[in-house]
């Protein structure tokens, strides 16, 4: 009899860059073609050893992020995806992304993500304003970045996400809207436009000495021709942060606003399955290490995860209510009913209508058995503020 498997996600972490760029607090440091080598003969052993516990699901996307994953060569991203399609059921029509950096890519080896199964680039763009990189430690210009870009679209890649940055040091509206321009005459143009702000975190160059940034007043200016000009431009806005034109919103990091079960591989890569939340251990000796000791070896568990969490039902209300509501989509009330059994006014008493009345959500109706709960353009602005209202734990 043939049974429906459930959907999972995989995401794969590439711990390596050319050199930290100074905001960065990512995972992520440089490092040798040696030690390339070996993480990657590791990360590939965890792959295989994990493989067991995923045979009920099937995998719908795979993200290789980083770090900067395009320093692996084309026959390296196929030794990666080919053992993950070994290990598990990845289905035909998955969306396989790969987050490149421009400098790090030439045509060759974008061809061979392309054969390796890659169907989706996210490409670091950040600006189109050279001072700008410089002053982020970028290691790329504006111009490597529209070559990369180029080699992309000519070797086949029509899935392609740009990532911008606003509010970096010395950037005004101006140069800003410049670098929105400069992304959306693309031809053709990208599918996908994710657009954060800079944001500085401790231990990080930028986090111990902050530099002047823009001001309060530019920062939003920029939030809001972010959402004018991509919007103009044939873009809608699906996540607070994601733009995308029709059919390309990123399947991938929607199961991580839906709450969908993905499993990380590789050094701090964090999962949730089942409803259980963990992340694998940060340290790449300690990681290495028991990967190569018990490479022969099959013992049924090595201690490659901390932090294991099993949420408790609060824990998993409050996740769905602040990622579901990144979403322009929004929640739905009959399917938080169906998922937890219990109403959301039950849950909430009076908060639907508290905020509804502060016009910080709106609440549309989906059919009769309730409405989808949005944040309104207001409550996007300040979603943080409506975020901590659905807190039910301390
Ligand atoms: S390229 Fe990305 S991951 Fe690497 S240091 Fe820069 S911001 Fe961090």
């Not at 073609?33 to 590791?42: A, I, S, V």
């Not at 045509?107 to 996210?122: D, H, Q, T, V």
């Not at 982020?136 to 080699?151: A, C, K, P, V």
């Not at 399955?273 to 963990?278: A, E, L, M």
Request: aromatic residues 10%.
């Amino acid at each position: 009899m043939k049974t429906d498997k459930r959907a999972l996600s995989v995401y794969i972490h590439i711990p390596f860059c050319i050199r930290k760029c100074l905001y960065c607090d990512f995972l992520s440091a440089p490092a040798t073609d040696e030690m390339r080598t070996r993480y990657l003969k590791c990360l590939s052993s965890e792959i295989e050893r994990e493989s067991h516990k995923y045979c009920a699901y099937k995998v719908r996307t795979v993200f290789v992020g980083g770090g900067t994953p395009s320093l692996l060569s084309g026959n390296e991203m196929k030794q990666l995806l080919e053992c993950v399609k070994l290990n598990y059921d990845v289905a035909e029509d998955a969306e396989i992304t790969a987050e490149v950096n421009p400098g790090t890519v030439n045509l060759r080896k974008l061809e061979g993500y392309y054969e390796a199964g890659i169907n989706r680039l996210s490409i670091g763009l950040q600006s189109a304003d050279n001072k700008e990189l410089q002053c982020l430690g970028r290691i790329h210009s504006y111009e490597e970045f529209l070559q990369t870009y180029e080699n992309a679209v000519k070797t086949g890649f029509n899935n392609i996400n740009i990532d911008l940055m606003s509010a970096i040091p010395g950037q005004t509206v101006e140069s800003y809207q410049k670098t929105l321009k400069a992304v959306l005459s693309l031809n053709p143009s990208p599918t996908h436009i994710s657009a954060y702000s800079l944001i500085l975190e401790e231990g990080t160059p930028f986090g111990d000495n902050p530099p002047e940034l823009p001001d309060e007043e530019t920062d939003r200016e920029m939030y809001k021709i972010t959402d004018e000009m991509l919007k103009d431009s044939g873009y809608h806005r699906y996540e607070i942060s994601n733009y995308a034109k029709e059919g390309y919103e990123c399947i991938h990091n929607k199961v991580y606003w839906k709450r969908g079960d993905y499993v990380g591989f590789g050094i701090g890569a964090a999962s949730l399955v089942d409803n259980v939340r963990f992340h694998n251990i940060a340290d790449i000796e300690e990681y290495m290490g028991q990967l190569e000791k018990y490479k022969e070896i099959s013992l049924p568990e090595l201690h490659l995860k901390e932090d294991i969490q099993s949420l408790s039902v609060e824990e998993q209300m409050e996740e769905y209510m602040f990622l579901g509501l990144r979403l322009t989509e929004g929640i739905s009330e009959k399917d938080f009913f169906e998922t937890f059994q219990k109403s959301i006014h039950e849950v909430y008493p009076g908060l639907i209508a508290k905020l509804k009345k502060q016009g910080l959500i709106i609440c549309e109706p989906e059919d009769e058995n309730g409405n989808r709960i949005k944040l309104s353009d207001f409550g996007l602005d300040v979603s943080n503020v409506v975020m901590a209202e659905f807190l039910l734990t301390e």
